[in-house]
């Protein structure tokens, strides 16, 4: 049997924070200063804005909360996305930013190579499949 507070301290909520809110430096500070998260993201840094919206993935409960992810959201593109690998969570990020987009609005999304297979299932499709040499390929789903 699982142990209660285990499977509490994995319990995630997903936080829509304004790219002016002070809030989200607290959030997402010490990860996107991380040595790996900087790597991980090619050394380029994550770019914000007034009207960045981020989806910001909390773990833990009251006691102990760690960010465990987060993506933001600027004209109808996804941008900003922070995993650490993790499908599960990038999928349950993606869907919350989706199903707050209105029906009929073309969503784009710069995949990772291999974050593709994942997009493809959420019904992404690729806007150019003749350079398969390069780590990074844009993708766009109308919802």
């Given at each position: ?25 607290r ?83 710069t ?6 297979p ?26």
């Amino acid at each position: 049997m699982e142990n209660p507070k285990e499977a509490e301290s994995e319990e995630i909520r997903i936080v829509k924070v304004q790219g002016s809110d002070p809030l989200l430096h607290r959030l997402i500070g010490p990860m996107v200063i991380h040595p790996l998260v900087i790597s991980l993201n090619g050394g380029y840094p994550f770019k914000n804005t007034e009207e960045h919206l981020w989806y910001i993935a909390i773990r833990g409960n009251k006691e102990t909360k760690e960010t465990a992810g987060f993506l933001s959201v600027l004209n109808n593109t996804i941008e900003n996305d922070c995993t650490l690998r993790d499908q599960l969570l990038l999928a349950r990020l993606v869907k919350t930013a989706l199903a707050d987009m209105p029906a009929g609005t073309v969503v784009r999304f710069t995949a990772h190579k291999d974050e593709i297979p994942l997009m493809k299932e959420l019904g992404f499709e690729l806007t150019n499949t003749k350079r398969p040499a390069v780590e990074y390929f844009k993708m766009f789903k109308k919802i």
